[in-house]
Every structure is written in C-alpha cells, then in structure tokens.
C-alpha cells in the first residue's frame, strides 16, 4: 500500500503532539519513547537498533518511524477507508490508546457491532452521517475514555491540550 496525503497530513500531526523525533523518558514509564514509540510497548521496532547505536536524527531513522506508523496503524486499522479528517482523529487515538480502542469508541457512535475492527460497514456508516458532528463526538469520547483512566491525574492536563489541538485540526 502506498502512503497518501491523508495519511501524510495524520502523521505529521501526530508526530508534532509526540513532540517530534525525540528520544525521551517520562516518569513512570518503563522504557523510553522514541517519536512516540515506546518502546515497553513496541520492543520488536527495527529502529530500537539504530537508537541503541546512538542515532536518533538520521533520515532513515526517521523514515523507519513513518513506516513503522504507516503499516502498524494505518494500513492495520483500514483507516484509509474513513473520511478524512476523522481517519487522523482515529490514528492519533490509536497511537495513545490502541487501535481497536480507538475504534470502538468510534462505533459506539455509529449504529454498527463494537468489535474493535474497522470495516466496510463501519466506513460506511460513518461516511453517512455528517462529518463534522461526527469528529466532535469521536474526540468527546476520546476525552470521556482518557478522563476515565487511572493516569489522568499524572497525564490529563497534556491530554486536554491534545484535545483542543485535535479540535483545531478536525475544524481546519
């Protein structure tokens, strides 16, 4: 599958709320996280080699990061047959909190089974209704389901600002 815009446009605003192509430890996680990969969670990434090496700015780094985005979320999670921008709305939710979570939240909102797998009738039933009502709800639901975790007291001011900067991006 090849990369398109919508998934350019997704990745690169992803990547600028994972705070870029940095290499960072934040408190109370395991292991680091490298442009939002983290690695407890992502051991077997290709990158972690190249990271462990000592690179952390080379371009093929960074490429192995697109990939790595672009086949282990996008291309697994169908998102390309979402409309866009709630395809990046789904991405970015994915990235955070795991793919079928973030697609469950999103069938909770269409009248589709809750399975956690983004197929044609669930495309379809979210192409039908109106978009821009459609991506409120989604990040409304993203925001209940970040506000219901444990965390939220550590992590939930950074959250919040991610949902006003999901709000601006759906809204462009």
């Not at 430890?25 to 992502?42: C, D, S, V």
């Not at 080699?49 to 999670?77: C, H, P």
């Not at 795991?98 to 192409?127: H, N, S, W």
Request: net charge neutral.
């Amino acid at each position: 599958m090849i990369m398109t815009q919508a998934f350019d446009r997704a990745f690169v605003f992803s990547l600028e709320q994972e705070g870029g192509f940095v290499l960072s430890r934040l408190p109370g996680e395991k292991t680091e996280t490298y442009a939002g990969i983290y690695r407890h969670m992502h051991p077997q990434w290709n990158g972690w080699a190249k990271i462990d090496a000592g690179d952390t700015i080379s371009n093929s780094l960074k490429e192995m990061v697109k990939q790595f985005y672009f086949n282990e979320f996008w291309v697994r999670f169908n998102l390309e047959q979402l409309p866009a921008p709630l395809n990046a709305l789904v991405f970015d939710f994915a990235l955070n909190s795991g793919g079928q979570t973030a697609i469950k939240r999103l069938q909770c909102l269409l009248p589709v089974k809750e399975d956690g797998l983004l197929g044609a009738k669930t495309a379809a039933a979210a192409r039908g209704l109106d978009g821009a009502k459609l991506n409120t709800r989604y990040i409304a639901a993203r925001l209940d389901f970040l506000n219901d975790l444990t965390t939220w007291r550590d992590f939930g001011r950074g959250w919040s600002q991610r949902v006003v900067e999901l709000l601006n991006y759906a809204a462009q």
